[in-house]
């Protein structure tokens, strides 16, 4: 389902060192196809024995957000990362704080169309996000 390039030329193609950590963090993402927090990173490392300190993992993400290799989305509840090539919106649960990706290619052409009219330019996270309950997690 994702055309993604493999970690190691990801991060490469952004002029990153590849460490250990953000080899793990990036094929983690890639494998899960869904947007995690830094916590449940850190267990799902953490339980295929690789015991990296959190405060590692964190770094990495900060690192990773920064150059665009992985992207953001912030809560309610803590922020969470994805991985994609494909340009996208997100929908997030007010409930639960799941989030999923958006991709519909009218809607792109709509947040351009934004974005020529007033001159905002929106983030790689996701600025226009979709907020809601999910079924089954209404309150
Ligand atoms: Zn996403
Ligand atoms: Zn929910």
């Not at 990036?26 to 405060?55: K, M, P, V």
């Not at 957000?65 to 922020?79: F, N, W």
């Not at 639960?96 to 996270?125: K, Y």
Request: aromatic content about 2%; charged content about 20%; glycine content about 10%.
């Amino acid at each position: 389902m994702t055309r993604l390039p493999d970690p190691r030329s990801l991060l490469r193609r952004h002029g990153l060192h590849c460490t250990y950590s953000r080899l793990r963090i990036l094929t983690l993402l890639r494998g899960s196809g869904q947007h995690l927090t830094a916590t449940e990173i850190h267990a799902c490392l953490e339980r295929t024995g690789d015991g990296h300190r959190s405060a590692t993992v964190y770094r990495s993400l900060e690192t990773l957000t920064a150059l665009g290799v992985v992207h953001a989305v912030p809560g309610p509840g803590p922020t969470r990362y994805g991985i994609t090539d494909e340009p996208h919106r997100h929908t997030v649960c007010q409930q639960c704080g799941r989030v999923a990706d958006l991709v519909s290619v009218p809607l792109v052409d709509a947040v351009n169309r934004i974005e020529a009219l007033t001159g905002l330019r929106p983030g790689t996270s996701g600025s226009l996000l979709v907020y809601g309950a999910r079924s089954g997690c209404a309150a």
